[in-house]
């Protein structure tokens, strides 16, 4: 167990819908990454915040946005979603050690679009 | 920007042999470089990293790997691999102040009896 959860553990909806993806790091980290897990692009880094501040962007579409709340959890939204949106969703929760951060990822969340 | 190439996508391997996983790395700058698994239906779990020091890193679950600097590399090994093993093994990188991880496609390793 990393410490790191994310709900929910599995969700099914339709095209066009918006869901929510929660996740809340490990005590007292301050960083939350989100990632997708898909069979064609493998493991891609969306976005990361840090003490509630955007930090960095990844490949994440318009469509997609997140934010990191003042208790550090964190909520990815999808919306508009569409078939290939399906896929596992990775948070992860780091912190800074001499200038060197190392990720603990939560168990994910498995979308699934129809 | 830095990539990571993990060279093989399948390695099926008896019970007690040894194992090897070979990671490739490009980037212009210094790395730090890890190693995940994820068993079947589960997330990511931390194996090993190598942040500076020595080049050999010992991980979890007797798992070793090795920073080779002049050959980019950062195999991962292991002497005797279980049926327990099975699962999938993702090499990663990242740089000094740009934390995101860049994964490699991942190797599935199949231990069988």
């Known amino acids: 167990d990393s410490g790191v959860t994310q709900t929910p553990k599995h969700l099914i909806t339709a095209t066009g819908q918006r869901v929510t993806l929660r996740c809340s790091p490990r005590s007292g980290d301050l960083s939350v990454y989100w990632y997708q897990q898909s069979l064609d692009q493998g493991l891609q880094f969306l976005i990361q915040y840090y003490n509630g501040e955007e930090r960095a962007k990844g490949n994440i579409l318009e469509r997609f946005s997140a934010q990191q709340f003042p208790d550090l959890h964190s909520e990815l939204n999808l919306s508009s979603l569409e078939l290939g949106d399906s896929a596992l969703y990775f948070c992860?929760?780091?912190?800074?050690?001499?200038?060197?951060?190392?990720?603990?990822f939560g168990p994910g969340t498995r979308l699934l679009v129809l | 920007a830095q990539s990571v190439t993990q060279l093989d996508s399948q390695v099926p391997v008896f019970e007690e042999a040894p194992v090897e996983l070979r990671c490739n790395y490009s980037s212009s700058v210094s790395v730090y470089l890890f190693w995940y698994v994820q068993y079947p239906n589960q997330g990511l779990q931390l194996l090993l990293k190598?942040?500076?020091?020595?080049?050999l890193v010992k991980g979890i679950n007797g798992f070793e790997a090795e920073f080779n600097k002049s050959q980019t590399s950062f195999h991962l090994r292991k002497p005797s691999v279980h049926i327990s093993d099975t699962a999938e093994y993702f090499c990663a990188v990242s740089v000094h102040n740009d934390y995101k991880l860049s994964f490699g496609a991942g190797t599935t390793v199949t231990v069988r009896a």
């Open positions: 992860a929760s780091s912190i800074r050690t001499g200038g060197v951060e190392t990720q603990y």
């Open positions: 190598y942040l500076s020091g020595s080049t």
